[in-house]
């Protein structure tokens, strides 16, 4: 069974900074490109970063790049995003997905699998 | 960046009605459409990929049609399980992008 398992969410003051990760099992990580998807409370859902399956391609949403960082370290089987200088927008709930698809860099992925999300908070 | 548009906002149907979904997108995206289904409280799950392909698990009563720019989700007996949010999601350009959903509520 696949399972995706998010943490790290906190609450964080503004300009602060958090690291999520997320720890897999039960299926080939390293065959498979990753991602983060947000969800502000009561929001639509939003792609944020992507990750190739040897971690030689990512990709950002233009309201997250250089501020955030996305990695995986396939010996682990996991994959974690760096968030620095955090804002009230970033709140939400952060969802890991593993992407199915095909290219990295002109990806063309749907999402498989989900986390069951952890939340961040960006609050004063 | 494609943006993804579904109508309506929110449908109103009776359990053991047909209840059909819109999604269009501001170009085409061939069949690199995917539907998804969230329940109160919990992630998003994969119903349909490529426009009509069900994901595995997916009842019969789920279906997708559409190319181009015009998508559909049927659902043909609507149980009690089904009410959720539905969203949409194009990948045939990247970012990958969503539609703002589909509240399916009990009428």
């Known amino acids: 069974e696949v399972q995706l398992v998010d943490s790290g969410g906190d609450l964080v003051q503004p300009g602060g900074s958090l690291r999520l990760s997320c720890a897999t099992s039960?299926?080939?990580?390293?065959?498979?490109?990753m991602n983060w998807v947000r969800q502000a409370p009561g929001k639509g859902l939003e792609w944020v970063s992507f990750v190739s399956p040897g971690d030689s391609t990512v990709h950002y949403a233009d309201s997250v790049r250089g501020r955030f960082t996305i990695s995986r370290d396939n010996a682990k089987n996991s994959v974690y995003m760096q968030m620095n200088s955090l804002r009230a927008e970033d709140t939400a709930v952060y969802y890991c997905v593993r992407g199915n698809g095909v290219g990295w860099s002109n990806p063309k992925y749907y999402f498989d699998s989900w986390g069951q999300g952890t939340l961040v908070t960006v609050s004063s | 960046e494609i943006v993804m548009t579904q109508s309506p906002a929110t449908l109103s149907v009776s359990p053991g009605e047909r209840a059909t979904l819109s999604c269009r997108a501001s170009?085409?995206?061939?069949?690199?459409l995917a539907w998804y289904q969230q329940k109160p409280g919990q992630a998003p799950r994969l119903l349909i990929s490529g426009a009509s392909a069900r994901a595995t698990g997916v009842p019969a009563r789920f279906s997708g049609s559409g190319s181009g720019t015009e998508f559909t989700l049927s659902i043909s007996s609507l149980q009690s399980e089904d009410f959720a949010i539905y969203y949409c999601?194009?990948?045939?350009?990247?970012?990958?992008?969503f539609g703002q959903g589909t509240k399916v509520e009990i009428k």
């Open positions: 170009q085409s995206i061939s069949s690199k």
């Open positions: 999601q194009q990948y045939d350009n990247w970012p990958a992008t």
């Open positions: 039960g299926f080939t990580f390293t065959s498979y490109s």
